[in-house]
């Protein structure tokens, strides 16, 4: 599988089809492979690429705390566009993937033709609502260190399932990429001006608010609540998802910006 040397941490990506480019994160403590119902029906007409952030699954675990962070994750993002030789692409994920997509918007607009946000929040304003998410994940880090893999065993679908070699980059994943510095993100929704789509599935608690804040902020944003579906919504309808998300995708503009030759 094909990897990309990011400063010594190599990033396991790997790539469905042609056409626009289509970039899907994960999310915390999941994998690319939670996308892997949703392969055969993306990859037709766009280019797929699918990812592994650091710390996770077949991507390397740096033993570096500083090589764990929103700013890195985003350059990740970036260095992804140009091994597949896009100037611009479809940014999505879910949940911490879907947070990081809107970050990857916030630092590079112009590489961004779209964003597809599922299940995702978008940051907090107030500082004590920031601190609370973030004693959170440390005390999620602080668990993987303890428990190990055994944590993901009681967790959601996409979680549960995952293949990760030891969970020491988890652990210093939560730290470093869960927690959030700032409200920079929740800020530039209104900033945001390519076509949006909002997917949370109905039985997701924790982010229907959120995801109501993200479509009425976003300009021109569209938002899909899928029926009896949780946090891990492509998995739990998967169908349903697929629904959501292609009419989506077919209907953007087609005038993405042409990939170039990657010079070797």
Partial sequence: MPKIDRDGVKIHYEVHGSGPLLLLTHGYSSTSAMWQGQIEALSKHHKLLLWDMRGHGQSDY??????YSEALTVADMAALLDEAGAQSAIIGGLSLGGYMSLAFYRAHP???SALLIID????????DARETWNRRAHDTGDRFER?????LKSASRERS????????GLARAARGMLTQRDARVIESLPNIRVPS???VGADDAPFLAASDYMAAKI???KKVVIPAAGHAVNIDQPQAFLDAVLPFLDGLPRSVAPERLVRS
């Fill in 147 to 151: 428990e190990g893999l055994e944590v």
């Fill in 161 to 168: 399932t995952v293949s990760h070699r030891d969970a020491s």
């Fill in 110 to 112: 112009e590489r961004v």
């Fill in 120 to 127: 995702t929040g978008p940051g907090f304003k107030k500082d």
């Fill in 62 to 67: 740096p033993e570096d705390p500083a090589a």
């Fill in 219 to 221: 300009p021109g944003a």
């Fill in 197 to 199: 789509l909002v997917v």
